[in-house]
């Protein structure tokens, strides 16, 4: 530690990001204050779209990250008719990215760039600070996973089975899916009862068990974990250099036993090598790209730099094919806000 300390301010930096558990944590909070800003540009661009402020802010694009409905039925009408989405063409992109990168470098969205990931973190540090985090036994944190899986097929049944092509085509044009994102901001704003409650008992969980919302009710994530079960990316271990120590397993945000795995496929893991860094045998654990023994060995922070790198390459390619900020003419969003401004302000 002292040698460390001994360093420059330059030189304590770069050993720091060598670390997975500070990278990882690092780029968690670059990501969470990004999406402040945008929350906060979003609600100066609702005031204005809604009639409530002269001074015009445009919207901020990455805000449809929030609205994963609009954006699978605008995947699904994507695949059939080869149109992209014109209303919230952002929110496919995020959605597209999102699969992608879990397919060729495991939940590295969820693990890095997810908001909801990050403050699930910072609530079971918060519960274990304040010595209420539980011991989950095996089968606790199996029957867990379950409900998200059920949140996600009851999802996929309603919007990908059930609605066709036409019903689609209606929904992505209608006055509601265009204030979407509106009127998810002031679904927050203005709570009610109900919505107090479980943000009060997914609060508590996420204090008392690790990844609380992550590991049981988010059906985005679940869509993700299994897109990752394909991903060739994926961590290893030497059983001949473990000891058992199950340092590995106590570091993982997700409490996932890695030490009882020779290649670690599992849905919830986040691609963020926490482990590698707990582990104190030198190559036990390593990151590979392969399903088979001769896998090649890769950097710790392989998942982050490829899913970040495919983020800019899609944001890019979003952008400069027009495939980015909506197209919907400003007039007639105002139009539709105004009309729901005074609904929630008769």
């Known amino acids: 530690m002292s040698t460390f300390f001994a360093l420059s301010p330059l030189a304590r930096l770069r050993s720091a990001l060598q670390r997975p558990a500070i990278l990882h944590r690092t780029v968690q909070y670059a990501f969470l204050a990004f999406y402040l800003y945008v929350g906060l540009r979003f609600y100066a661009y609702a005031q204005w779209v809604m009639g409530l402020s002269a001074d015009y802010v445009p919207k901020p694009a990455s805000v449809e990250a929030f609205l994963p409905i ?15 989405d014109l209303v919230h063409p952002a929110g496919l992109t995020i959605l597209l990215f999102a699969l992608a990168s879990s397919l060729l470098f495991r939940k590295a969205f969820c693990g890095y760039l997810c908001p909801a990931g990050t403050l699930s ?10 010595g209420l985090r539980c011991r989950m036994p095996g089968w606790l944190s199996l029957v867990l996973s379950l409900p998200k899986y059920a949140i996600l097929l009851f999802f996929v ?16 044009r209608t006055p509601y899916n265009m204030a979407a994102d509106t009127k998810m901001l002031l679904f ?12 009060g008992l997914l609060l508590l969980g996420g204090m008392l068990f690790p990844a609380f919302w992550c590991r049981g009710f988010c059906p985005y994530g679940a869509l993700l974990g299994l897109f990752s079960l394909f991903s060739p990316l994926a961590l290893w271990r030497n059983a001949t250099r473990c000891t058992g120590c199950r340092r590995c397993s106590r ?19 986040l691609g963020c090598t926490e482990c590698i860094g707990a582990c104190p045998e030198p190559d036990c654990l390593q990151l590979r790209f392969g399903y ?10 392989s998942a982050l730099a ?18 980015w900020t909506s197209r919907v ?13 005074r609904m929630e302000h008769p």
């Open 306 to 323: 490829g899913s970040l790198m495919l983020l800019c390459l899609m944001y890019f390619w979003a952008v400069s094919s027009g495939n």
């Open 329 to 341: 003419p400003a007039d007639m969003l105002r139009e539709h806000h105004v009309n729901i401004s």
């Open 157 to 172: 049944y309603l919007l990908l089975i059930q609605m066709d092509l036409p019903a689609i085509e209606g929904f992505l």
């Open 251 to 269: 570091a993982c945000p997700s409490r996932i036993p890695v030490y009882e795995k020779s290649r670690l496929s599992n849905p919830e893991c």
């Open 188 to 199: 927050f704003l203005h709570p009610s009862p109900t919505l107090l409650i479980i943000l």
């Open 121 to 130: 973190m910072l609530l079971g540090r918060l519960g274990k600070a304040l």
């Open 70 to 84: 609009s954006a699978l039925l605008a995947a699904k009408r994507l695949l059939f008719t080869g149109e992209y």
């Open 292 to 301: 088979t023994a001769k896998a090649r060995i890769l950097p710790f922070w």
